[in-house]
């Protein structure tokens, strides 16, 4: 845990920390930097407008990003 709070805050680090412990293959930081460790750790990462894209691909949802009206 403490190298990965050298890397990035600890949020992150626990996220990351408790896939690694059970075994979890995706995580979801925002922060490209805990991607990027993530991903130097064998985890499959991406962020928030990665989700959405996946969802939408998957036909999911049936927008990728939400529509306001004024």
């Not at 626990?14 to 460790?37: C, G, M, Q, S």
């Amino acid at each position: 845990m403490e190298v990965l709070l050298e890397m990035i805050d600890h949020g992150e680090a626990e996220t990351i920390a408790f896939a690694l412990e059970n075994e979890i293959e995706v995580v979801i930081p925002d922060d490209k930097d805990a991607r990027k460790v993530a991903r130097s750790f064998g985890l499959r990462a991406t962020g928030t407008l990665g989700l959405f894209l996946l969802a939408k691909r998957k036909g999911l949802i049936s927008k990728s990003l939400p529509t306001w009206k004024s």
